[in-house]
Structures are given as C-alpha cells and as structure tokens.
C-alpha cells in the first residue's frame, strides 16, 4: 500500500516537473526574439511556395485551355496565388508590420488574409454546390449571387469595423471584430460540411466504378476533412482569446476610471 501511495506520488511528481519544463520551454521560445524570427520566416516562406505553387497551376491551365476565359477552377487559383501570397509579404515583414503606429493598419494586415482565405474557399465550396444541384437537377442560378451576397456583406461590415476602428480606437468594436472573424469562419465550415459532405454521399453512390471517380471521391473527401478541420480550429482559437481580450478590456476600463 505504502509502495504503491508513494508510487503515485512520485509519477505525479513527475509530470509536474515536465510540464513546468516545458511551460518554461515554451516561455524561453515565446520571448526570443531569434525563436520569432525563425517561426515567421518559415511561415512567410511555407507560403510563398504555395503562393508559386497556385500560379505555376494557372499558368498551365491557361496555356492549355487559354479559350475558356476565366473558369471557376482558374480564379481559385489566382485567389490562392494573391491570398498566399499576401500571407506570405505579412510574416516575411513582420518586424514592419508590428511597427506600424497605427493599430488599425496591423488589423488590416492580419485580417485581409483570413478574408481572402475565405472567399477563395467559399468559391470552391461554390463549385461543389453546382455540381451538386446539375447531378440533382436542381436550379443552380441562386448559387452564384449567394456567393456575392454573401462574401459583399462581409467585406462590407469587415471595412465599416476597420474604418470605425481608424477613426475611434474602441475596445468593444475590436472585440466584435474577432467575434465577426468567428462568425465568418463557422459560415465557411457550414458550407464545407454541407456540400462537401452531400457531394462525398452523392460520389459515394454513383454506379460506375472507375479510377476517375475513386480519385474525385479522395479527393473530395480530403479537402473537406482539411477545411472543416482549418475552419474549425480558427473558430476555437479565436473563442479561447475572449477571456483574455475581455480582462484586459476591463483593466483598460479601469485605469479610465
């Protein structure tokens, strides 16, 4: 009884000690300077080769079907190029951005991406809806201006928080910036999850077996996983800063009065 009362005691000992280690670990990277700048470097560059990557895609759709203009498939991809690339000019010049006087400029800087990103996934989640409601027979024509509705009425209130924000440094607005960005993103993990989800069944179902159709059916199904996973951690993320936004939002509210 004893051996097993002081077993229990030293593995609890234990991880105490590695999760101290570890949380002054994480501390010591969290303050070095060189920790950042390596962290934000690779992030500029993983970004950069998607960015290339998306453009090298364009360019050869566009030399082998340079007749069909402006398809869905090759302005996702000129929505990846742009957005990647805008991600990857932000973290590759993080020491510029963070120095902006300005609050409301570093806002934007951050924010624009998560916006981009979301129209251009939205814009293939558009795509499936299509493709969906032809295999179905059903009317297509709403698909499209819902899309523009949808992605304009976000701008749109995203530009008023941020000129709102330019103007009057508000606390309480920035906070229901981050409870739009939430917001926005659990639009785009609906999407995925509904149409994503229908056209997996729908390919699931399709009574041909061909190599064509287990691959659209992979990668369908993958691309869902990945979004609605991408979107759903933005969500968590976000809604875990709350608590920490909103003390320090009532200390800033304290020391005004």
């Not at 934007?108 to 916006?115: A, F, K, M, T």
């Not at 819902?146 to 530009?159: E, F, G």
């Not at 061909?210 to 979107?231: D, H, M, N, P, W």
Request: glycine share 4%.
């Amino acid at each position: 009884m004893r051996r097993d009362l002081a077993s229990s005691f030293a593995t609890a000992a234990s991880s105490s000690s590695a999760a101290d280690a570890l949380r002054g670990w994480w501390d010591d990277v969290n303050e070095s300077p060189q920790c950042q700048d390596a962290a934000f470097f690779s992030l500029a560059a993983a970004y950069a080769l998607v960015s290339a990557v998306a453009l090298i895609q364009l360019v050869r759709i566009q030399r082998r079907v340079p007749e069909f203009g402006w398809t869905t498939q090759k302005v996702f991809h000129l929505m990846n190029f742009l957005v990647n690339g805008v991600r990857a000019l932000v973290f590759g010049f993080h020491v510029h951005v963070f120095l902006l006087r300005a609050k409301v400029y570093k806002l934007v800087l951050l924010d624009l991406p998560g916006l981009l990103f979301f129209s251009t996934y939205t814009l293939l989640v558009l795509f499936w809806a299509e493709i969906y409601h032809q295999a179905r027979s059903l009317p297509t024509d709403k698909l499209r201006p819902a899309y523009i509705a949808v992605n304009t009425i976000i701008y749109v209130v995203q530009v008023c928080i941020w000129i709102y924000l330019g103007i009057n440094d508000n606390a309480v607005v920035e906070l229901a910036s981050k409870i739009f960005i939430v917001a926005v993103s659990f639009v785009a993990l609906l999407g995925f999850s509904v149409y994503g989800g229908r056209l997996f069944v729908l390919l699931r179902r399709f009574p041909i077996e061909s190599k064509g159709r287990q691959k659209k059916l992979y990668e369908v199904g993958t691309v869902t996983a990945i979004c609605v996973t991408c979107f759903l951690i933005r969500c968590v993320v976000v809604s875990m800063l709350f608590p920490l936004f909103t003390d320090w939002l009532v200390l800033k509210e304290g020391r005004k009065v």
